[in-house]
């Protein structure tokens, strides 16, 4: 996603010119606030809402974490991403600024290629989900008569257009999209394709994760792999079991937000989905197995 709109919220002048000019020549709009009040108000009056900010956690008045809680509190900006900088970085301030709604962390100072890396990984996110909304407004009144079916993904364009043809079906499709995207990629790179998360960390700081996803799908020894969901309808909600080929994963780890990964570039996606998207997550046995509930849409 070229040109990416940024607000950068920061009371150090200098601080406010050390990103810019990180982020000036990667071709992103940037607009700045030295202060939460003024980012409150720019973002008050921006429409359409920025597409990440990057915040300073200490500033005097309005802090960091108070101007997370308002834009949390707000549909209009609850979904922005937000980089939280700071000098803050014990385990407790770690947890302290997750729970208030950042996903990604920087401890000042940082290098530009740590800022850079994040960056870019917001991109990728964001342009998976407007591609998934996309693809959910085509879908959204299709298999209206389902009762119980089974499905089979190979591909990450296999499971972005399964997640977003199911959830047509759901209560909250932004937020079901957003789930069963997550969980049925998850289970094509992690799984079946057997890349780590400190491997795709890795990959992502080079910018080179799609490339080899889509090495791996063509080596003989990955191409035959398939992920598989099946899908039940309830009285209320959809029951969904979504099952790799792989040889699992310390799922347990993943199913909150944890300040051991707040500075990766990844390893969000399960607990974000488990917060925002799903009744109930279940991980079965080894990990490459997952059950999930959905709220059905009414009739």
Known sequence: MTGARILVVD????????????????????????????AWGILDRTDPPFDL??????MPGMDGLELLALMRADPRFESIPVILQTAAASPDQIR???AA????????????????????SVESDL???????????????????????EFEVQTLDDAQGL?????????????????????????IEHGNLGIS????????EADTWLEEVERRLADPAHCHKRVFLSLVQGPEE???????????????????????????????GIALARQLAFTEIAYEGRGNRVKVRLPRRKA
């Open 11 to 38: 009371d150090e002048p200098m601080n406010l010119e050390i990103i810019a000019e990180y982020l000036d020549d990667s071709g992103y709009e940037l607009t700045s606030a030295a202060s939460g009040e003024e």
């Open 53 to 58: 900010l990057v915040l300073d956690r200490m």
């Open 96 to 98: 302290e600024g997750l």
């Open 101 to 120: 709604g950042a996903a990604y962390y920087l401890t000042k100072p940082f290098e530009p290629e740590s800022l850079l890396t994040i960056v870019r």
């Open 127 to 149: 342009r998976d989900r407007r591609e998934l909304h996309d693809r959910l407004q085509r879908h959204s009144n299709a298999l209206a008569l389902v009762q119980r079916a």
């Open 163 to 187: 997640a977003a043809l199911l959830a047509g079906l759901c209560a909250e499709p932004e937020m079901a999209v957003m789930g069963l995207s997550e969980l049925l990629v998850n289970g």
């Open 197 to 204: 998360f400190e491997e795709k960390g890795r990959l992502r």
């Open 238 to 268: 959809w029951s969904i079991v979504i099952e790799d080929q792989g040889k699992g994963f310390e799922w347990q780890q993943f199913l909150e937000l944890s300040p051991e990964r707040a500075f990766a570039p990844n390893g969000r």
